[in-house]
């Protein structure tokens, strides 16, 4: 029996000792069948981001996404089409591809050696019986839509509306030349965190200037918090940034979108000075895109369940963050460039991943201590800041897993 099917008053009653304005009680954040519940009504009902496509520049490479219990094979196939497959061969189960990334021409199953092309059909299968249909035994398969170059996976039948999501990333990322960029550097931390825990630091910046010197350095915003003085004169630098920047013709502002409830975006300045995200200020790639002048914005964007976009004007970060366990997160950073930059003449990698690295490190420790606390058997929600927005990601989120409005996902059938 699907863990969505259990008694739904069980559920209704957990989800009614949420309080607006504070933290969920703590079986949200440790309990098994909670986290069984969070994959079916949401991980595998909602688009999830998977990687580049420079990730997989040629025909036949492929890498893996890993969430939960579940493998997909994410491949471009011959004629350039990326594809998502659930690596589960049709045979037995067994696991097709056990690397995380690599170059095939055709898919084959390590046990009995099923062969499948990179489209998902059966190619071939020893010694069976007369009769067998092998076009009814291909690699299942889940939808896949490629967004800038940004590959987007939803395990569900029927995928929610992508679209206004999709128009934001076209409106304000576009201009950043993502379509023709190439992966620079990409890495990966185990967070021993609940998903959720880390959802909710990357939500908020009230921890940020006791947690984040890096960023506070760089992000004028960040002091700004404790400082009615320096919130002022970042207002003042906004309100010029802006001017100035449209008069260049570069995209500014933020979504107005009233389905904002489930993504937010913005392009906003960094500080005084400062051209990118970098240690002085200073550029750290050549520029991207269809920018004419470095302009000093950032632009990012969030969408849940938990899936955060970065440009500069000279590189990108991309942070994907996947459930594997209760109390286990994996967060993958990856840095895009220019795809005819070279490493060591036209940027140096440790500028690139200085300011994001040392964000993602200090935000694990916090986020792991966190999690520490809420272990403890004497936890209580408490009450959240003016800083701490998180009421409208809570209501989202328990209206998910609310078994009398969510839809549990289904994987489609192969094709």
């Not at 519940?37 to 496509?53: Q, S, T, V």
């Not at 889940?142 to 929610?160: G, N, Q, S, T, Y």
């Not at 899936?307 to 990856?334: H, K, S």
Request: proline share 5%; aromatic share 12%.
């Amino acid at each position: 029996m699907s863990i969505a099917e259990e008694d739904p008053q069980i559920w209704q009653e957990l989800i009614a000792t949420y309080r607006p304005g504070h933290s969920l009680v703590g079986d949200f954040y440790t309990a098994p069948k909670v986290f069984e519940r969070d994959i079916e009504c949401i991980f595998l009902r909602h688009w999830l981001f998977a990687g580049h496509a420079s990730r997989i520049p040629r025909p036949g490479d492929y890498f893996l996404y890993q969430i939960a219990r579940e493998s997909v094979i994410v491949v471009r196939s011959k004629g350039g089409t990326i594809h998502a497959l659930l690596n589960v061969c049709a045979h037995r189960g067994s696991r097709i591809c056990r690397e995380s990334d690599g170059h095939a021409t055709t898919l084959v199953c390590p046990y009995h050696s099923w062969c499948y092309e990179l489209t998902g059909g059966l190619l071939s299968a020893r010694n069976m019986p007369d009769g067998f249909n092998k076009s009814s035994c291909g690699l299942s398969k889940i939808h896949v839509r490629i967004d800038e170059d940004l590959i987007h996976l939803c395990f569900a039948e029927k995928p929610p509306d992508f679209t206004p999501v999709a128009a934001d990333i076209a409106k304000f990322f576009r201009q950043h030349g993502w379509t023709r960029a190439k992966t620079a550097a990409r890495e990966t931390v185990i967070i021993r965190a609940n998903w959720k825990l880390v959802a909710e630091n990357f939500l908020e910046c009230y921890h940020c200037p006791g947690t984040h010197p890096e960023l506070a350095k760089v992000m004028s915003y960040v002091r700004a918090f404790d400082s009615a003085r320096l919130a002022e004169e970042r207002r003042q630098f906004a309100t010029r940034w802006e001017a100035e920047t449209r008069k260049l013709g570069h995209v500014t502002g933020a979504n107005k979108r009233d389905e904002g409830v489930c993504h937010s975006v913005s392009r906003i300045p960094i500080r005084e000075g400062y051209v990118t995200q970098s240690r002085d200020g200073k550029a750290v790639a050549p520029l991207m895109g269809e920018l004419k002048s470095y302009d000093g914005g950032v632009t990012s964007i969030q969408f849940f369940p938990n899936n955060w976009y970065v440009a500069n004007n000279d590189y990108g970060m991309l942070a994907r963050f996947t459930p594997l366990a209760v109390q286990e997160t994996e967060a993958e950073i990856t840095w895009i460039v220019h795809r005819d930059a070279l490493e060591g003449i036209d940027y140096k990698l440790e500028e690139i991943v200085w300011l994001w690295r040392s964000t993602m490190a200090e935000d694990r420790e916090i986020t792991e201590n966190n999690q520490a606390g809420v272990n403890s058997r004497f936890y209580l929600p408490g009450p959240h800041s003016s800083d701490e927005h998180f009421d409208r990601f809570y209501r989202w989120y328990l209206e998910q897993i609310n078994p009398t409005l969510s839809d549990i996902a289904q994987v489609p059938a192969s094709e």
